[in-house]
């Protein structure tokens, strides 16, 4: 398959200690041989990680080529305390962000003064016009929180119409699922590119726990096929490759023109996806 290039980005979440950091490093370096259009930087609920993020996504901006993307949640936040943090960000060069609702942490109440992420959209465009390329969040398989994948479609429209650029999916691993989903935009008269989100399979066990929490399918053939190498996460890696790179080639064969990769800061299994296919980046 010889296609041409897509738009590429990789997903990090911010380091709390200096292995840590030394190992991020490294991963971006590896990664940096794709040319993504940019690095994403993971924020916690509530900010939780705020300076951690601030701290990455600087260093990213300030050294290396590949533009940096905070996430940003409104979630238990001042309309006041957000635009302080804009300002900062874009003080220091940022020029994207990829923009969120949020999760409240335990113990926190209120959900701010920005009730949605369209609610946060409209308050960066409102503020800083179009100094910041905005991503939003696509659930192909519908939010938890969402009723129906009507009522899902909505809240997507509304994102996209306040003033968002580009939308990223939660990962999936049932393409039909991401189809469906594009027919409904395609009936909404959304318009802006939606980068299908890919989630490299490293250990089988902890993404069916991670996937029970935020909503995300296994499709029954694969826990099936996953259950033939029970213990044995090397050959789970090796399966998980496999997947993820067919799933992969019949997405891009559909016309996608992006994709985002979450990579749980590490680089190997993004890169055997991206060498499986063959493409010119």
């Known amino acids: 398959m010889n296609i041409q290039p897509l738009n590429l980005s ?78 900062l960000y874009k003080k220091n060069g940022i020029h994207r962000l990829v923009v969120l609702r949020g999760d409240l942490p335990s113990g926190m109440v209120g959900m701010g003064e920005c009730k949605h992420a369209s609610d946060l959209v409209e308050l960066i465009r409102e503020q800083f016009s179009d100094h910041f390329t ?49 027919e409904m935009c395609e ?32 499709p029954r053939w694969i826990k099936k096929s996953m259950a033939n190498y029970e213990g044995d996460i090397e050959s789970q890696r090796q399966y998980g490759v496999e997947i993820v790179s067919r799933m992969t080639e019949q997405l891009i064969q559909n016309g996608i023109s992006g994709l985002h990769f979450y990579t749980m800061n590490q680089s190997a299994l993004t890169l055997e996806v991206m060498q499986n296919l063959n493409l010119n980046y």
């Open 10 to 87: 990789f997903e990090f979440f911010p380091p709390r200690t200096e292995a840590g950091k030394i190992k991020l490093q490294a991963t971006r370096n590896e990664l940096a041989v794709l040319n993504p259009e940019f690095y994403s930087v993971t924020f916690g609920a509530g900010g939780s990680t705020r300076d951690n993020t601030l701290e990455t996504v600087v260093d990213i901006q300030k050294n290396s080529v590949i533009d940096a993307c905070p996430h940003l949640t409104c979630v238990g936040a001042t309309n006041a305390e957000i635009i302080e943090l804009l300002e």
């Open 134 to 182: 905005i991503a939003v969040a696509a659930y192909p398989e519908a939010h938890p929180d969402s009723k129906n994948m009507s009522t899902e479609i909505d809240y997507f429209a509304k994102k996209m119409s306040a003033g968002a650029n580009i939308a990223i999916t939660q990962y999936f691993y049932n393409n039909d699922s991401y189809f469906h989903f594009m």
């Open 187 to 218: 009936k909404k008269n959304i318009r802006q590119p939606v980068y299908p989100g890919i989630m490299p399979i490293a250990n089988f066990e902890n993404l069916k726990k991670f996937s029970k929490q935020c909503g995300a399918e296994i």
